[in-house]
């Protein structure tokens, strides 16, 4: 069962334009979000992330946004460059407490960002 | 200050052979996940090892085990291959018990079994 939903594997946008990356979840259980980006032959690398308790977080070039209600999560860029061009993976948490926590990830939506 | 180091990079097997790969985590990190990463999908979790214990553990058989290191460094096993064992395994690192500290990955390690 996929608890964490990318429902697109690929994105195309323009340079200077925005980037909209979408993820979806189903388990209400989750309270922290984060979105990781990945090149290719490299490990993934932390992005951006959001509690629960929060609708938007912001950093530079990167948003995020949540919808609980929803179980609906977004990452927009802008404007979008070239270095942008990789996979972004949706992960999410369900905090119980303690010294340890797991990610749960989606299956990722791979941008193009074009010049 | 190094990042979160992985060996070997890539490693080819047979079916029924056995495996170690080798983690080392960021300085200052004291928690250790392991993830599998098959084509086309987004890393699955393996468990974590903290203190020395496996804390939790995702969804994968006994023939995956693991080992941490008073030096926080830690190892995957795997034995009795199958050919979907074929992925990359990525090592994560985190600071025990800060969610809001994301975990840093290393680059992986690539798998594949013949």
């Known amino acids: 069962d996929q608890q964490v939903k990318q429902n697109s594997p690929s994105l195309s946008v323009q340079e200077g334009r925005i980037s909209i990356l979408n993820c979806d979840y189903t388990?209400?259980?989750?309270?922290?979000f984060l979105w990781y980006k990945k090149y290719p032959a490299e490990g993934p690398t932390f992005l951006i992330s959001?509690?629960?308790i929060k609708d938007k977080n912001e950093d530079g070039r990167f948003t995020v946004f949540l919808n609980k209600s929803a179980k609906h999560l977004s990452l927009h860029i802008v404007p979008s460059q070239p270095g942008d061009s990789a996979v972004y993976f949706c992960?999410?948490?369900?905090w119980g407490g303690g010294s340890n926590y797991k990610l749960t990830f989606g299956k990722g939506t791979l941008l193009t960002v074009n010049p | 200050d190094a990042g979160v180091t992985q060996s070997p990079t890539h490693l080819i097997k047979t079916r029924g052979q056995q495996v170690t790969l080798r983690c080392s985590p960021k300085?200052?990190?004291?928690?250790v996940s392991w993830y599998q990463q098959a084509l086309g999908q987004g890393p699955q979790f393996i468990f974590q090892?903290?203190?020395?214990?496996?804390?939790q553990r995702g969804n994968f058989p006994d023939r995956f085990s693991g080992h941490q290191f008073p030096n926080y460094s830690s190892e995957l096993n795997v034995n009795a291959l199958l050919l979907g064992d074929s992925a990359l395994y990525l090592c994560?690192?985190?600071?025990?018990?800060?969610?809001?500290?994301?975990?840093?990955f290393g680059d992986g390690t690539r798998l594949s079994i013949l």
């Open positions: 992960a999410a948490i369900k």
């Open positions: 388990n209400s259980m989750f309270d922290y």
């Open positions: 959001i509690s629960s």
């Open positions: 300085s200052g990190h004291d928690t």
């Open positions: 090892y903290y203190e020395e214990e496996e804390r």
């Open positions: 994560a690192s985190s600071l025990g018990g800060f969610r809001n500290q994301p975990q840093h």
